[in-house]
């Protein structure tokens, strides 16, 4: 092989090797979201089609539980509310669980920031009798909040009373009393989570389902969501299509992939734009590769006449140079695809590539890589196209010095 034809078939390989990487690169980072979301996330969500409350939710989960892939699953009451605190505001996600069923269903302790715990329960006291000799109930709430609503509201002491508001259903604000308008709550902040990923960070206050139901005016049975956890070897879209089953069309029934869909359509999006630079890159080569083997021609130019003299069509000339094409481009693919292998599994084993910034900070210090081999099977179709494409130029070009 000659030093020009070494030089198309380096193009070839880096070319390969780039879209290799690439394609595994944002394979990493899907992978990377999927276990940060699946932290506090669940497998399947069920929610109602119509309105924000499913009104028989003790049936429905009982229908949900015996179904053989299902593991746990668990009634959910979540909502917007304002969380005041030391004279400090912020509107808030409160979300309101099963304290005993979310810490089996989630990875909730090992987000909590030391000193705090999980904690979300509530307890019931009744006081001193009223004016009017009746004996009152006093709940007494503690929760888990975000590290976004911590560091907003400055709550820098557990165990103090985070004030929650929500205005009551159908009942208009009376300027003179406007906190009639209002239900209140409290809860005694136990924890600080931290899962490192916005969408759970921001604004959540975990608490319990009572606190939560009182706080938005439910029924003891109902619900907003009912959230589940597959078995393991149980694929989360397989258990969502048989939930779909008996939960009928009154629900939405989505996998954890669909309820984070914003989330990977953009990794997505990046990943074939991406894509789609790197194969115009390849393209390039491609070029450069025909080039070469013009050059090639020109340089043949007597043996090409010495091929005519002897017999040989310009069709069957072309044909030569069009294997020549193939051979190079083939022999570039499979050394790019060498080379993109060994390097992602460099990167996967041994980070070489690091993430700039604080490491401190960052979830993770390399940059992800998870190799599929299906993504090589998807390289191979531009490396094809770039084939053909060198092949057909190169072999017309040489077919027409071959007739001159």
Not at 301 to 316: E, F, N, V, W
Not at 341 to 369: H, T, W
Request: proline share 2%; glycine share 8%.
């Amino acid at each position: 092989m000659s030093a020009i034809s070494a030089v198309s078939v380096a193009g070839v390989a880096v070319a390969t090797a780039a879209l290799v990487c690439v394609l595994s690169v944002f394979n990493g980072f899907r992978d990377v979201l999927s276990v940060r979301l699946d932290t506090l996330g669940c497998d399947v969500a069920v929610t109602p089609v119509h309105g924000k409350t499913i009104g028989d939710a003790d049936s429905l989960l009982t229908a949900i539980r015996s179904l053989s892939g299902v593991e746990r699953a668990m009634p959910v009451v979540s909502d917007n509310a304002l969380a005041v605190y030391d004279s400090r505001e912020m509107p808030v996600r409160v979300k309101g669980v099963d304290e005993s069923l979310f810490r089996q269903m989630t990875a909730i302790d090992s987000l909590i920031i030391p000193e705090g715990r999980f904690a979300a329960s509530s307890t019931l006291t009744e006081s001193a009798e009223d004016e009017y000799g009746e004996s009152q109930e006093i709940r007494s709430s503690v929760g888990t909040i975000a590290v976004g609503v911590a560091s907003r509201l400055s709550i820098y002491d557990l165990d103090r009373r985070l004030l929650l508001f929500t205005p009551r259903k159908g009942v208009r604000v009376n300027p003179a009393n406007p906190l009639a308008s209002f239900i209140t709550d409290s809860i005694s902040v136990a924890g600080v989570y931290q899962a490192n990923q916005s969408d759970y960070d921001d604004n959540i206050v975990l608490t319990d389902l009572p606190t939560a139901r009182h706080l938005f005016e439910l029924d003891d049975d109902s619900a907003t969501a009912i959230e589940v956890k597959a078995r393991k070897g149980v694929e989360a879209s397989t258990l969502a299509a048989d939930i779909r089953g008996i939960a009928g069309k009154d629900f939405v029934v989505k996998d954890s992939l669909q309820q984070q869909e914003l989330h990977f359509r953009m990794i997505e999006i990046e990943k074939w734009v991406t894509f789609l630079l790197l194969f115009f890159i390849l393209l390039i080569a491609g070029f450069n590769l025909i080039s070469t083997l013009s050059m090639l021609v020109l340089e043949k130019r007597k043996a090409l006449g010495t091929l005519r003299a002897i017999g040989m069509t310009s069709r069957s000339i072309g044909g030569i140079f069009a294997w020549e094409s193939a051979i190079v481009t083939l022999i570039g693919g499979v050394a790019g695809m060498l080379l993109g292998v060994v390097l992602c599994l460099l990167q996967e084993n041994f980070g070489l590539i690091r993430l700039n910034g604080d490491a401190d900070s960052l979830v993770i210090k390399a940059y992800p890589v998870a190799l599929q081999w299906t993504d090589l099977l998807l390289v191979c179709i531009p490396l094809a196209a770039v084939g053909i494409i060198t092949a057909i130029i190169s072999s017309g070009f040489a077919r027409r010095r071959a007739s001159l």
